[in-house]
């Protein structure tokens, strides 16, 4: 099984920018993902990468705000957050789905169909 790693959060004033990391242990699976998920709240998907298609996509309320990208010779995805809101306040998580789905074009958004999750990190704006 791939395993996930998080890292870049931390906290940022309004209208500020921060990088999320996911290094993947061996290779990046098809489907990667990043969610967030508040205290008391549904874990909502963010942005969806098929490593393969190149093909993005992103919850309306992060659209033009943020980007989800990869660096394949490092395992990693990003997620890079522009002109941040407070309401973008939560712990984000990588996902993927395993084993991984080569003749897949597009990714789910639903939170269940992925089985490979990191630890999070948390994004604080104020």
């Known amino acids: 099984h791939v395993q996930l790693v998080e890292s870049g959060g931390g906290s940022v004033q309004a209208g500020g920018s921060l990088r999320l990391s996911c290094g993947a242990s061996g290779y990046l699976h098809t489907c990667v993902a990043w969610f967030r998920q508040a205290p008391g709240k549904m874990r909502e998907a963010v942005a969806t990468l098929n490593t393969n298609s190149g093909r993005t996509d992103y919850a309306n309320s992060v659209k033009g705000r943020f980007t989800i990208s990869q660096d394949t010779a490092k395992n990693t995805v990003y997620l890079q957050m522009n002109t941040l809101k407070p309401e973008d306040t939560d712990m984000y998580y990588c996902?993927?789905?395993?084993?991984?789905?080569?003749?897949?074009?597009?990714?789910?958004?639903?939170?269940?169909?992925?089985?490979?999750w990191g630890q999070g990190t948390q994004v604080t704006v104020s």
């Open positions: 996902a993927a789905i395993a084993p991984t789905r080569p003749g897949w074009t597009e990714c789910p958004l639903q939170q269940a169909a992925y089985n490979t």
